[in-house]
């Protein structure tokens, strides 16, 4: 099966089956989404109010003391955003792991003609291996870099940041290369119950070893991804302004409505770019589950020993790796 194949079926199976697996794609993208725009929020107004452009100098311990202020002036809607952060941060830890797994297990038993009913069960035994892998992938990826670069930028000001600017780069680099040769981990994981340290193992090889393949199906992905990701941006960003002009306008009239108008039309817009980003998830990981699938077939196919002596062929399986 070539890239076009594989890419082709992919996009089938999404179709037919989109109602059953965009939940899998669509919450951990829900969430994600959700903390993404907080911490996105956080980065603008702390750059906003550096020494950067102009303002009093920030470090760690003043964002600490702005904090405390906060919770000291309004301590029962404090209480209400900390339940409500710690269910949202609960499901940002917890869905990703699980629904990964789920996704992954679901779509090789779409591809084989098989019933999905157990997928989540399969989901949640492989938490904690998929858990494991997203913070050693996590630990070096660009939004780790960025952050970590923000917070030297702004705490340590830009002649630090511009001296450990090439390790930053360098890290980012050898994250880049190891989240192409760790590609297949996952599906190691869920498919062949592997350990974290095999399925890297085995990914490495099964990457190296179809260098091509692999390379094709990286980039393809990378360029939907960037593709996905500017639709959500523009999903998101462009209805700011209505969002301004409504705020203004209901809070203007009445200080509850108002609130309630941009609460609702804000969720309307989280819940969009979270359905097409699950969307994404459920057609990118079928690109790489029939990929894997295809690889790690090819790699047991009957191989035929030839008795030179007698002229008999007997064929034999490839082990198992």
Do not use: C
Request: charged fraction near 15%.
């Amino acid at each position: 099966m070539n890239v076009r194949d594989i890419v082709r079926k992919a996009w089938q199976v999404t179709q037919v089956h989109l109602k059953k697996l965009i939940w899998y794609g669509a919450v951990p993208a829900f969430f994600g989404t959700l903390v993404s725009s907080v911490y996105l929020a956080y980065q603008y107004n702390a750059f906003k109010h550096s020494a950067l452009f102009g303002h009093q100098e920030m470090s760690l311990f003043k964002d600490i003391k702005t904090i405390w202020e906060i919770v000291s002036v309004h301590p029962k809607l404090t209480v209400f955003f900390v339940i409500i952060g710690f269910l949202v941060f609960a499901g940002y830890v917890l869905t990703p792991p699980i629904f990964r797994g789920t996704l992954i297990h679901a779509l090789m038993r779409i591809k084989n003609y098989e019933s999905i009913s157990d997928s989540l069960e399969i989901g949640v035994r492989r938490f904690f291996p998929m858990f494991e892998f997203a913070i050693i992938t996590g630990s070096f990826s660009i939004v780790t870099i960025l952050t970590e670069s923000s917070f030297l930028l702004r705490w340590w000001g830009a002649n630090v940041f511009f001296i450990l600017l090439p390790i930053l780069l360098f890290v980012g680099m050898v994250g880049l290369i190891a989240s192409f040769l760790f590609a297949y981990s996952e599906y190691f994981i869920v498919l062949q119950d592997k350990r974290l340290i095999e399925s890297i193992k085995e990914s490495v090889i099964l990457v190296i070893s179809n260098l091509r393949k692999t390379i094709l199906i990286f980039i393809l992905i990378l360029l939907i991804s960037a593709r996905v990701i500017l639709n959500v941006i523009l999903i998101l960003f462009i209805p700011f302004g209505v969002i301004v002009l409504t705020s203004w306008l209901a809070t203007t009239f009445l200080h509850t409505i108002g609130f309630i108008i941009v609460g609702l039309f804000a969720l309307t817009v989280l819940v969009v770019a979270s359905y097409l980003m699950g969307l994404f998830n459920v057609f990118s990981t079928a690109v790489w589950v029939f990929t894997f699938d295809a690889l790690v077939g090819k790699q047991n196919v009957p191989i035929k020993d030839v008795d030179l002596g007698g002229g008999h062929i007997k064929e034999e399986k490839a082990p198992n790796k």
